[in-house]
């Protein structure tokens, strides 16, 4: 069997998806590549995560061709794999309908720097993509919705690094979350749904809340990334 | 016995809306037609999920005249046979007070369609009826109740499909979901409780938000619905 | 012992509002009377819920003299015996700072009657007290609470009985709710803050939401109540 | 092993922080004082609460300096010492990223004292910080982050008694707790968050919501403080 430890990364993954209460039912996937093969692992589509086991993963190379598993996988392949495509840095992805992130793609609005927590993750807003156009929509779903995420880092609006703020809101669907590996990126999921809920209270209490400086944002990110971090016990 | 594999079917959709956390006390009900035999099962009146058992439920014709048991059937029996007698194609329907949809359903507000988690699910907003006359709710009340909701699908103003919209809010009151047996009927009320939080919180981010389109509707409803689903092993 | 059916149900009430997640650490108490005796069994002051027993609770006359128990009563006693005193028909007393119902409390605002799950268990809005005043809070404080509980009951603007609408919010404090026994006075209380959460959610959903009818309090209320009840398998 | 009875109830601070749900992850820190020895145990950083031991914790003199320990302190500690060295009544500090009162912290917002929850323990509004100036947090930020709560309670606005109102909240970061010893200040930082949550809905609910007089302040906290405390066993 293929990437044998990378599955099991990927199910742990999605295991820890469940734990933190980010799925209902089916509604989540994550996914790791590696990029020496050029091989993505995926969770199969709409399997209960109580019986989900490490060979039920599906292979695929990174144009979304299965190559080895006898279920079909996630029906959101097609943006982790355009993800892995642009993002040359990223190890996994990993997809939730979690409540407040969700909701704010649903409002069409990123997600403010309010705090020092979203700080140590997200090296600035949360940023929510366009809404997709009714042809898109029509058209290769799954992998225009992997371009709107790609136009928001790479567009010509902004330049965001992908490693620097680790997810996208999809304009009314949910978020994406990425990382260096399935643990890495399914972390962020889960801290980015918790930053969401702070900020949705934030505003509730205040409309003109008002975002944590650049000093903050450099000081808190650089705490826990790069050669000078000084959090955990490295 | 009448009917023992649909008692369990019943008694299992009642159960999955406590471990949900659709149910407080006994507040919510399920049930399920055999259409062959016209006969309808139907969880009992105010007993604790605990001690609840197949055994118990209790079976009417689809007029709500008791065919077999000792209980007394739900309380809101009336509106379940007149739903099994209007929707020719449902085979359950389940009853709850659940925190989110209820409040909807007290605002009066249907609940718009904001994004994908609702697309998969409703093929648009999910509705909401008009209150009842106070000679609806001083005559045959738990009836009325069921011709309300009749009248949001079959009425002047609009015509929508229950198998597409399988979910009604009724104002003042609370949310009916059903489906084409038990299991789908509570997984349906179960998504609409999410769906319901999700677009409270869409609101309270945004008042102005707005629902997704068309195209968006269509593609996601048909991705799970029809000969041409693409989501799970199906 | 005195008494010692009644303190097992005093303190199986104390338990379910801990099951229901009504108290954080030891905010909360319950109590019952014996009408025959005139003697009141009420749990004492600042005892963990996970080491209480049923012969720690403190058995007190109608003036909240102590009759039997080791431990210092509730701080909350006066009020629980003054609502026996003034309102004849009840048999148990329960105090909680659950989070809704308080979060109305402190507000200021009583909990409209927004739907059937509120007008199942009380017959109109749950009233407020009016703020105590400097005197009352620096005199005998907990007996004043209660007075001013009496007082939106029995008060010159508006006759309640305290049957049919069984709970008062205090003012910057939180709720008390009763009923003819220990299980019943908590069962309001749990009841209370559901119902408080769903009034909360209608009001941010909209604010000019309407109260259900009198038609409607009268059917659900009697739908439980009196003679004509059709709920549950009495 | 220096302090080891210390150490044990550093731990069992930290995990009550994880019990009562206040903590994501390793988002939350404790320490305690022996004012005796000059020395403070503190919880180490990012290492999982789950595998946490009282020989983990760390030992540090008042400045920081490390006096025994393998694992690196909490990155927080310069904020703890510097409380410990201003604030000369407190015996341990907590630190969480709890969700409510962290979005008042977010927002820029005391606590009002809404009601007698809130005067239970803090004796007037939790106070918020300004927010750090570019200069402080390029530099000894951590150390800053005290030097603001210190300024809120001994500035020229206003003096405050740590003891009397033992929490602050941190602009754009998070509150920290304190009280005479670990489980004192875990407590404090339980009931804050209660406290703010209720305060959230308060404000929801009426956004001119009128604080409690200080008549109620006063009697509520000396309810539970001082010589004429009546509540608890004690």
Redesign the interface.
């Known amino acids: 069997m293929l990437l044998s430890a990378l599955r099991e990364e990927v199910l742990q993954a999605n295991l820890e998806l469940v734990r933190k209460g980010l799925v209902?039912?089916?509604?989540g996937n994550a996914s790791a590549v590696d990029r020496r093969q050029g091989l993505v692992v995926i969770k199969?589509?709409?399997?209960d995560y109580d019986v989900l086991r490490a060979e039920d993963m599906v292979v695929t190379d990174l144009d979304g061709k299965i190559v080895e598993g006898k279920?079909?996988p996630s029906?959101d392949l097609d943006t982790h794999t355009l993800l892995y495509r642009e993002f040359g840095d990223i190890g996994a992805v990993v997809h939730t309908?979690s409540?407040?992130a969700?909701?704010?793609?649903?409002?069409?609005?990123a997600i403010p720097a309010?705090?020092?927590?979203h700080a140590d993750y997200f090296h600035g807003p949360v940023p929510v993509t366009l809404?997709?156009s009714?042809e898109a929509?029509?058209g290769r779903?799954v992998h225009e919705t992997g371009l709107a995420i790609v136009a928001r880092f790479k567009g010509a609006q902004a330049k965001l690094d992908p490693m620097a703020v680790p997810a996208c809101l999809v304009a009314?669907?949910?978020p994406f979350a990425w990382g260096k590996d399935a643990a890495a990126a399914a972390?962020h999921a889960?801290?980015l749904e918790?930053v969401a809920?702070?900020?949705?209270?934030?505003?509730?209490?205040?409309q003109r809340?008002?975002e944590?400086?650049q000093?903050?944002l450099d000081?808190h990110y650089l705490?826990k990334h790069g050669a000078a971090a000084?959090?955990?016990?490295g």
Chains 1, 2, 3, 4 share one sequence.
């Open positions: 209902l039912y089916t509604f199969p589509s709409g399997v279920l079909k029906s309908h409540e407040f969700t909701s704010f793609a649903q409002a069409g609005m309010f705090g020092t927590t809404p997709l009714d929509i029509k779903y009314g669907h949910a972390h889960v801290v918790a809920r702070m900020a949705y209270r934030t505003l509730a209490l205040n809340a008002e944590v400086s000093a903050l000081r705490r000084t959090y955990g016990q």
